[in-house]
Each structure stands twice: as structure tokens, then as C-alpha cells.
């Protein structure tokens, strides 16, 4: 069957009984990451009867169906003429994105395992933290949990290796790096990937009108500050932690 | 209002309906109910609509104070329940009065119980459902004091409806679990594949409304390339190694997007089967193709729809059953599993 083949890109494959995933890479790039967005976006306005929602990741777009109202091969279909209408590796960013410059604490007890992540990249803490603290970064997808924003492309010095053991719990806005990505999250929760830094933002806020703090496409900026200026911030700004937010125009 | 007080409540109850579909992309899966057979048994029971909320109670249930008259239904795993201390038959509906008090124990197998009000739990709703997903952080687990509402009822003062009884499929001890390849199958070697089929696991003891851990003795399962791969969708069902190659199944609370490899997807239909699966449990996983997994949800689905027929009045002459052998014995006073014969469950 040549089942272990080298995948061509973009790939349709199944999820399950009632999946289906359009992949197009198997790497992170700025051209698959446009691509999945903006499929996905094409996608949600084909309003396709049978498919019950759709989702990114991050370089993926998921299309979840009802097969008893929508055939395998007939989703298919779909999706293959649709990615022959363009070059969805060009496709623009959505509209209305935000850039956020949130302040962050590396290293201390806040954030434990910075001095591991420098090692392993080969640097200093201040260093690291120089390098880290410097990268505007774009939500690639938002996924795991709620509102919770998968973030990139980091330099390639930062293409470590998930940890083989779980860093048992890591708290709500919790900075943590892995394969040139950040992610933020939301709620406390344990994770392979390391904890670098810490924020006071509070990404999903249920009880409010527009519960989702980010959007896949947001820029953000993780700008040092000392322990107690965050503390201060937290205390001051519980929903943010001090994030100044501004429209980035397109 | 009709509804219940909770008076005591064990540590894994709360509320649960059909879940929230559509909220994928802002990373939070449909949760819902871990065993929606029970969720569709009760709406049969109650003869109303299979998307009410009802109670799901973890391993333990709680004492109630019924408010106002209503119907209840128990569905999912056989607890032991009294009204005012007198037994109540399980997969059953049953009317309650204002002032009544209604305890429920703990599983005597199986895992998820199901406490239904006729009307439906009429807590607020939250991102359009009422379901509690407490890895997402929507709502919380029941406490003390809580104040379950019942939606409106027509059969809530006449008891329309109620001392109805079904025979469950039996999912509350572990078996046999289909399972579908699915897009990171093929980072897993043929034979890693194949002996995932033959091993026989247990259910460890690790389990919550996320995910189950399945243990084996023996080597683990691991995927090519397993620490580095891109994080990626995650569907309910889907069975991921961790690092050390030790398989979890997902259920519908799990997070939407994961880096660990995904070996393949239990059928939705075996997910109840999953959740249900008291700790050390035997299960076992079955390879089965697309087609003939759609084929089996579908005749699975079929059967969902039949249930509101296959409920029966609880109490029956034995001279008016037809075939005495595909009736379960209820007797009103003490419940039983899918097996009449079972009397691990009696007494």
C-alpha cells in the first residue's frame, strides 16, 4: 500500500469516522500557515450541508461531518475542487488583526524552566531571554483549550524537542516553548513543552459578551519585566496583566 | 419551582447535555455527557428530547430534596437509589413529590450514572449549552446547596409517563473496542499497529472526562518521530501515545489539538464503552476499515432512534409476556444491570 510514503502537499486524509483533515505541510511555514487560514475561512463560506463545524491547526484545516448526511467521497470532492480554485499558499491574513505587547517575566519562580530552555538552545539566560523577549510572534491557531493561541515562528535555535516527561501543572498564562513555537495558556494544566515565561493574561472569560481574548492571526510581543512589575500589573489589570492592545493595519 | 436541592453530592457530578458543537476553532471541544447512550435512555424513559441536561454523577451520587413534583429517570451506571429509603428500580422514570428525598450511591459498575428530571436541568446556558466542561473552565462540578431546576413539564403533576423501564446495552465492564486508522496511523510501524490489535489492556487508573489511560503489560507503542511532530486536530475517540508510548483513549472533553501521535479512532458508538470502564477493566482494541466502521455506527444510530420503543412499563404480569426471556426481571424494588441473572447487582 506504501503506507510510510513521503505525504504530497496539500494532503486530504481522514479523522476517524466523521473527520477530515486538509493538510498542506508537514512543517511550520508562513505560506502553510496562510494557507490553512484562508482555506479555512473559504471553506466556512461554502456552508457545505453535512459539515458541523471546522477548526485550524497549524497547518491543517479540520472538517467535522455527518456521514449519514454527507458521503466521504462527496466531502472530498468538495474539498479537492476547492483547493484547485487557488494558491491557497498565497492567501492574504484575515482582516482586522490585533498586535498585543504583553508583559512578561522570564525565568524566577514564576517561570522555572527558562535556564533549561537557554541551555538546551545554547545561550545564556540573558541571552534567552533577550532572543525571546524580541520575537513578534502571530497566533498560527488557536487549539488545546479554550482561547488558548499556538504562537510562531521562533528563530531555529529555538526547534527544541517537546520534554519526554510532563511538567506536571503549569498555571493560567503561562508561557511555555517547544519547536520554534510559544503557547499561552489558558487555564492551569500539565504540558511536555517548557515553561519559559509568565503573564497576567486571562485568555477565556466566559461570563463576558465576546469571551475569546485572541484571534488566529494577532501579533504579539513578550516584553520583559522585572517580577514585581508584573505582580503590580496582575493586581492592577486582572484581565490582561498590563497587555497594551493596537489595530494592526492591513 | 419543580426541580432538586442538593443536599450532599459526590465529587464528579454536574451537569451535562449534549455538549457545545461549533466552538472548535476557539479551542474548546463539544464535551457533553461522557456516555450520551445514558443521555438518549432517559430522554426514552421520559419520552421528551434526547438534547435536555441531565445529572451525570461520577462514581457516586448524592442526596436530593425534591422542590415540587416531578419525573425522574436513572440511566447509565447501576447506582443504588432510595426514595424516602425505598429501593428505586435503575433505567427506570419514576414520579417524585415536593419534600421527598431521593439518595443515590455509588456505582456498582461502571463509572457515569444519570439523573434526569422530566423538563430537562434548567440551569443557564453558557456558549449555547448548559453542559459543564471543566477542562475548559465553563461552569463547575455540583456542590452542596446547588439548585437543579426543572424545565417545563406537562407530566411533572400527573406522573404521565413515568414507572417505564428499559433494558441497557451492557457498556459498564469493559470489552471490545472498533477502531478506525486515522491521518497519523501510518507514523506507526505494521507491526506496532498489529500488536496494538492483539494486546490485551487494562483500564488504568488515570481516567476522567478528558481521556482514559489503557494499560498493557509489555512494550509500548510508539510513532516514528513521536517528540517532534507538528500538534495537530484531535477527535473524541482518538487513542494517543504519550512519550513512553502509553495509549489514552480521548473523550468528548479532551483538548482540540495535541502533539502527541494518534494511533487511530475509537468508534463513536464504543466511546460510552470507554468512559464506562470501571478501573481495571479488561478492554481490547478491533482494527476495523472505514466502510465497516460507518456500517456499524450506522446500525448504531438506527438503534438510538428505536430506544423510546423499547421502553416498558415496569411492572408486568408474567401471563402477558410473550417471550418472558427478553423482558428484564424488575421487580420495582431492587434494580438490576442488562443481566437479569446478574445477582452481583441484587440482593
Redesign the interface.
Known amino acids: 500500500m506504501g503506507?510510510?510514503e513521503q505525504l504530497k502537499f496539500p494532503v486530504i486524509?481522514?479523522?476517524?469516522?466523521?473527520?477530515m483533515?486538509v493538510?498542506f505541510a508537514?512543517?511550520?511555514s508562513e505560506p502553510s500557515n496562510r494557507a490553512t487560514l484562508g482555506f479555512?475561512a473559504a471553506l466556512a463560506q461554502l456552508a457545505i450541508g453535512g459539515v458541523?463545524?471546522?477548526?485550524?491547526?497549524?497547518?491543517?484545516v479540520?472538517v467535522?461531518f455527518d456521514?449519514?448526511s454527507l458521503s466521504?467521497d462527496q466531502l472530498r470532492a468538495q474539498l479537492e475542487s476547492l483547493l484547485a480554485d487557488q494558491d491557497w499558499y498565497g492567501a492574504s491574513l484575515p482582516e482586522g488583526r490585533r498586535f498585543w505587547r504583553v508583559p512578561t517575566v522570564y525565568g524566577t519562580d514564576l517561570a522555572p524552566q527558562l535556564g533549561e530552555a537557554a541551555d538546551a538552545a545554547g545561550m545564556s539566560e540573558a541571552q534567552a531571554i533577550d532572543s525571546l523577549g524580541a520575537a513578534r510572534v502571530r497566533v498560527l491557531?488557536?487549539?488545546?483549550?479554550?482561547?488558548?493561541p499556538?504562537l510562531g515562528t521562533l528563530g531555529a535555535e529555538w526547534d527544541l524537542?517537546?520534554?519526554?516527561?510532563?511538567t506536571p501543572r503549569v498555571p493560567s498564562g503561562a508561557l511555555v516553548q517547544a519547536?520554534r513555537q510559544f503557547v499561552l495558556f489558558?487555564?492551569p494544566a500539565p504540558t511536555?513543552w517548557r515553561h519559559v515565561g509568565q503573564t497576567g493574561m486571562r485568555l477565556?472569560r466566559?461570563e463576558r459578551e465576546d469571551?475569546?481574548a485572541l484571534r488566529?492571526g494577532d501579533e504579539l510581543i513578550f516584553e520583559p519585566v522585572t517580577r514585581a512589575d508584573l505582580l503590580r500589573l496582575r493586581e492592577a489589570d486582572p484581565d490582561n496583566g498590563g497587555a497594551i492592545v493596537s489595530e494592526i493595519a492591513s | 419551582m419543580s426541580g432538586l436541592r442538593v443536599l450532599q453530592v459526590g465529587p464528579v457530578v454536574s451537569v451535562q447535555d449534549m455538549g457545545r458543537?461549533?466552538?472548535?476553532?476557539?479551542?474548546?471541544s463539544q464535551g457533553g455527557a461522557a456516555d450520551v447512550l445514558a443521555l438518549a435512555e432517559g430522554a426514552a424513559l421520559l419520552r421528551q428530547p434526547p438534547g435536555l441536561a441531565a445529572l451525570e454523577m461520577g462514581g457516586m451520587g448524592g442526596t436530593f430534596e425534591v422542590t415540587g413534583a416531578l419525573r425522574i429517570a436513572l440511566t447509565g451506571a447501576p447506582m443504588g437509589a432510595t426514595l424516602d429509603g425505598v429501593a428505586l428500580a435503575w433505567n427506570a422514570s419514576h414520579q417524585v413529590a415536593a419534600g421527598q428525598k431521593l439518595v443515590i450511591g455509588a456505582a456498582r459498575r461502571g463509572v457515569y450514572g444519570y439523573l434526569h428530571l422530566g423538563g430537562g436541568i434548567a440551569t443557564d446556558p453558557?456558549?449555547g449549552s448548559r453542559a459543564v466542561h471543566l477542562?475548559?473552565?465553563?461552569g463547575r462540578a455540583a456542590q452542596a446547596g446547588d439548585l437543579l431546576p426543572a424545565g417545563p413539564d406537562a407530566g411533572s403533576e400527573t406522573g404521565r409517563e413515568t414507572g417505564l423501564g428499559i433494558t441497557p446495552e451492557d457498556r459498564f465492564s469493559g470489552g471490545v473496542l472498533r477502531i478506525?486508522e486515522?491521518?497519523q496511523s501510518?507514523l506507526f510501524p505494521?507491526e506496532v499497529l498489529a500488536r496494538f490489535g492483539e494486546t490485551a489492556f487494562r483500564r488504568g487508573g488515570r481516567a476522567n472526562r478528558m481521556g482514559v489511560e489503557m494499560i498493557s503489560d509489555g512494550a509500548g507503542f510508539s510513532a516514528a518521530g513521536q517528540?517532534?511532530i507538528?500538534?495537530?486536530?484531535i477527535?473524541p475517540?482518538?487513542v494517543q501515545m504519550?512519550?513512553?508510548g502509553k495509549p489514552f483513549v480521548l473523550l468528548r472533553e479532551c483538548?482540540?489539538?495535541?502533539?502527541?501521535p494518534r494511533i487511530g479512532?475509537v468508534?463513536?458508538c464504543d466511546l460510552a464503552r470507554v468512559a464506562q470502564a470501571g478501573q481495571g477493566a479488561a478492554l481490547r482494541f478491533d482494527w476495523v476499515t472505514?466502510q465497516q466502521?460507518?456500517e456499524i455506527?450506522?446500525r448504531y444510530?438506527a438503534q438510538v432512534t428505536s430506544l423510546p420503543s423499547r421502553c416498558a412499563p415496569l411492572v408486568r404480569d408474567p401471563a402477558e409476556m410473550a417471550d418472558l426471556l427478553s423482558y428484564q426481571l424488575i421487580s420495582g424494588v431492587v434494580s438490576a444491570g442488562a443481566d437479569p441473572f446478574d445477582t452481583g447487582d441484587n440482593k
Open positions: 503506507r510510510h486524509r481522514t479523522v476517524g469516522l466523521q473527520g483533515l493538510t508537514d512543517a511550520l479555512q458541523i463545524e471546522t477548526s485550524t491547526s497549524l497547518a491543517s479540520f467535522r456521514p449519514s466521504h491557531t488557536i487549539g488545546f483549550a479554550a482561547s488558548q499556538y524537542p517537546r520534554q519526554t516527561a510532563l519547536i489558558t487555564a511536555g477565556f466566559p469571551p475569546f488566529a | 458543537p461549533g466552538l472548535l476553532e476557539r479551542g474548546i453558557l456558549l477542562m475548559g473552565g465553563i478506525v486515522s491521518f501510518s505494521d517528540l517532534n507538528l500538534s495537530e486536530v477527535a475517540g482518538d504519550t512519550g513512553d483538548q482540540t489539538t495535541g502533539g502527541y479512532t468508534l463513536p472505514l466502521g460507518l455506527q450506522a444510530d
